[in-house]
C-alpha cells in the first residue's frame, strides 16, 4: 500500500505563513492526482487544492485563490502548499491525499490518505 505523510503544520498568526509537505513513499509509486483537503471541527471535509500530472495542471477552492500555492515533484512523488497570508478561518486539519484514477479537483476518488497535520491560525 501506499504511504503519504505529511509535515509542515503548526500555528502561525493571521497573516503569516506556512509550507506544508506530502510524500508518497514507493519507489513503483504512480498516481494521475495529488491533493489536499482539510477539514475543521463540526464541518465537512473540503477540497483545497490538487495537481494533476498529467499537463501539471493546478486546480484550488476559490477561498484560498491567490493565498495558497500548490507545487510538486512528479519524480519524488511529494506535493508542497505554501500558505501565505494565513486566516483563521484556515485553522483545520489538512490532509495529502492521491488518485489513482482520473480526477477533477475535488470530485472523484481519491485512494489514498495520509494522517493529516495541524494548521492552527491564531487572531
Known amino acids: 500500500q501506499v504511504q503519504l505523510v505529511e509535515s509542515g503544520g503548526g500555528l502561525v498568526q493571521a497573516g503569516g505563513s506556512l509550507r506544508l509537505s506530502c510524500a508518497a513513499s514507493?519507489?513503483?509509486?504512480?498516481?494521475?492526482?495529488m491533493g489536499w483537503f482539510r477539514q475543521a471541527p463540526g464541518k465537512e471535509r473540503e477540497f483545497v487544492a490538487a495537481?494533476?500530472?498529467?499537463?501539471?495542471?493546478?486546480y484550488y477552492e476559490d477561498s484560498v485563490k491567490g493565498r495558497f500555492t500548490l507545487s510538486g515533484d512528479n519524480i519524488k512523488n511529494t506535493v508542497y502548499l505554501r500558505m501565505n497570508s494565513l486566516k483563521p478561518e484556515d485553522t483545520a486539519v489538512y490532509y495529502c491525499?492521491?488518485?489513482?484514477?482520473?480526477?477533477?479537483?475535488?470530485?472523484?476518488?481519491?485512494?489514498?490518505w495520509g494522517q493529516g497535520t495541524q494548521v492552527t491560525v491564531s487572531s
Open positions: 491525499a492521491a488518485a489513482m484514477r482520473r480526477v477533477v479537483a475535488g470530485r472523484g476518488r481519491y485512494d489514498y
Open positions: 514507493g519507489r513503483t509509486f504512480s498516481s494521475y492526482a
Open positions: 495537481i494533476s500530472w498529467s499537463g501539471g495542471n493546478t
